[in-house]
């Protein structure tokens, strides 16, 4: 028998505000809510057209003049480790990984805001407290695990590094991932996301999602760095090839307009969506 859900998701469009990763842009988004017993096949089937998810909400850069962020995800089969990320994986040899339920703890608060202070002390994160914390992690309708990876060094063990993870039906989805800034020199997170291309391959999963990748974006290019990387492009996957082809430059066509990209997104019930 086959189900279908019975109301088409709503669609809406934030206002714009300044965009976290290009100087004196303007970001606005996509989004949509994901509740209910159909979340799972919501979640599956928009991943795979370029959405990511934050807690109950999935959302997909829709700027009006920039299309520089395409969503960017691993292929498990045809990925081989270049001689740089072997090293990474040889430094990080230490760490123990250790897959839980979506669970917030007061330790990994601890590291996250080590990480912010560190790393993106002026990111839109900076501020959030340790309730913020636990209904990001906590708040998920669908299928998620929280990864950490940790260091028994000098016989103690410390939590280094911590990523929050959806389980879809082809793959796995980084949804955010952070860890301790005094292991940066190890590529710690590098590390993870080659750990999440292990866990993928033996579960038989084609795909690891690694969220947007930027051109031009000193933030977001190191994604460009993995093999066999895709980036969802003129409305289908297709291989990176030379970042160089990419452009972060802006024009009053780049992006269509909303409802006609609102049209073009299919639903697992192929039921029309509205805005």
Not at 174 to 181: G, I, K, L
């Amino acid at each position: 028998m086959r189900h279908t859900l019975p109301i088409a998701p709503q669609f809406y469009v934030t206002a714009p505000q300044p965009c976290p990763y290009l100087e004196g842009r303007m970001e606005r988004k996509l989004f949509t809510s994901l509740q209910g017993e159909y979340a799972e096949r919501l979640n599956d089937s928009l991943s795979k057209q370029g959405f990511r998810r934050s807690q109950n909400v999935l959302y997909r850069p829709s700027c009006a003049e920039c299309s520089a962020c395409l969503s960017a995800r691993i292929r498990v089969a045809d990925f081989k480790p270049s001689k740089s990320l072997k090293r990474a994986v040889r430094r990080n040899g230490d760490l123990s990984r250790e897959a839980t339920s979506p669970w917030a703890t007061e330790e990994q608060y601890a590291l996250f805001r080590t990480y912010l202070d560190s790393r993106h002390a002026d990111g839109g994160m900076a501020d959030m407290d340790i309730f913020e914390f636990a209904a990001m992690i906590e708040e998920t309708p669908i299928r998620s695990r929280v990864i950490e990876y940790s260091s028994a060094r000098n016989g103690e063990r410390a939590l280094k590094a911590v990523c929050l993870t959806d389980v879809l039906d082809d793959g796995l989805s980084m949804v955010y991932s952070f860890y301790d800034p005094d292991r940066a020199q190890d590529s710690l997170g590098t590390y993870v996301i080659l750990d999440h291309v292990d866990i993928a391959r033996d579960a038989g999963l084609p795909y690891v999602y690694l969220g947007y990748w930027v051109p031009g974006s000193p933030k977001m290019g190191y994604k460009a760095r993995f093999p066999a990387l895709e980036v969802y492009f003129g409305g289908k996957w297709q291989d990176l090839g030379d970042p160089e082809r990419y452009s972060a430059e802006t024009h009053p066509l780049s992006t269509d307009p909303i409802a006609e990209q609102v049209a073009r997104i299919s639903l697992p019930d192929t039921r029309p969506t509205s805005i």
